[in-house]
């Protein structure tokens, strides 16, 4: 069955740091992936998604993410954070045979420290 | 530009009550979703349509109800309401091509006391 890892709960990074959040799929055909973000109370909003090609992928908010086949993973980089960067972060990745409803990992707490 | 509307945004309801979660879109999306957060726990998918007369069933449909009279509205109902239900509810719609991004509502938060 196809599923999402998310393996960090709860990150905190310093102000300009740079940021990596991780995420490994679970599935057997070329997926596509989707990284969102929710900041409290909010709706998610999409940062960036891959299908095919270039497996490195630009988002919205200075946000990138690199697909790596041979690692299943689809792991999300900021060079340099901001405190409005502070957030929860979701991986998912489409689910087939369900028009396109996505699987989603369990999600990454980011905290901004000054 | 309202894109995917919710109603509520908060309800408190009583064990055993019924109530209705409605859903808009303006985007003349075909497909549409009802997804429930749990802390800790990420989205996990209640119901999906895939047009208007055309539901079925996700990951946790137990205790739920939804129809599809028109491509912009898609309600979800809860007969018998059960603090297992407690969570928070989002509706989406995308196109139907697999590489269109799920448009979000911005939830409705749900007690059951």
């Known amino acids: 069955a196809q599923s999402v890892t998310q393996p960090d709960i709860h990150i905190t990074v310093s102000e300009g740091a740079s940021l990596e959040l991780r995420c490994n799929y679970s599935?057997?055909?070329?997926?596509?992936l989707f990284w969102y973000v929710q900041s409290p109370g909010q709706g998610l909003q999409l940062l960036l998604k891959?299908?095919?090609?270039?497996?490195l992928v630009q988002g919205i908010k200075g946000f990138e993410a690199e697909f790596k086949r041979s690692q299943s993973s689809f792991n999300l980089r900021k060079p340099s954070v901001h405190w409005s960067d502070a957030a929860e972060y979701f991986c998912?990745?489409?689910?087939?045979?369900?028009?396109?409803?996505?699987?989603f990992g369990k999600g990454t707490t980011l905290s901004v420290s000054s | 530009n309202a894109g995917v509307t919710q109603t509520p945004k908060f309800r408190i309801l009583k064990i055993g009550q019924s109530m209705t979660l409605q859903c808009a879109q303006d985007?003349?999306?075909?497909?549409m979703y009802w997804y429930r957060q749990d802390p800790g726990m990420g989205l996990k998918l209640i119901y999906y349509?895939?047009?208007?007369?055309?539901?079925d069933k996700g990951e946790v449909p137990n205790g739920y109800n939804v129809s599809r009279s028109t491509t912009e509205d898609f309600p979800l109902r809860l007969e018998l309401a059960a603090p297992s239900q407690t969570s928070v509810y989002f509706c989406?719609?995308?196109?139907?091509?697999?590489?269109?991004?799920?448009?979000f509502g911005d939830g409705t938060r749900l007690s059951i006391l």
């Open positions: 349509s895939v047009g208007a007369g055309i539901t």
């Open positions: 985007m003349n999306h075909n497909y």
């Open positions: 599935y057997g055909a070329t997926p596509y």
């Open positions: 998912a990745v489409a689910r087939p045979g369900a028009g396109t409803a996505l699987i």
């Open positions: 891959y299908f095919s090609g270039d497996t």
């Open positions: 989406a719609s995308n196109l139907p091509q697999g590489d269109q991004p799920q448009h």
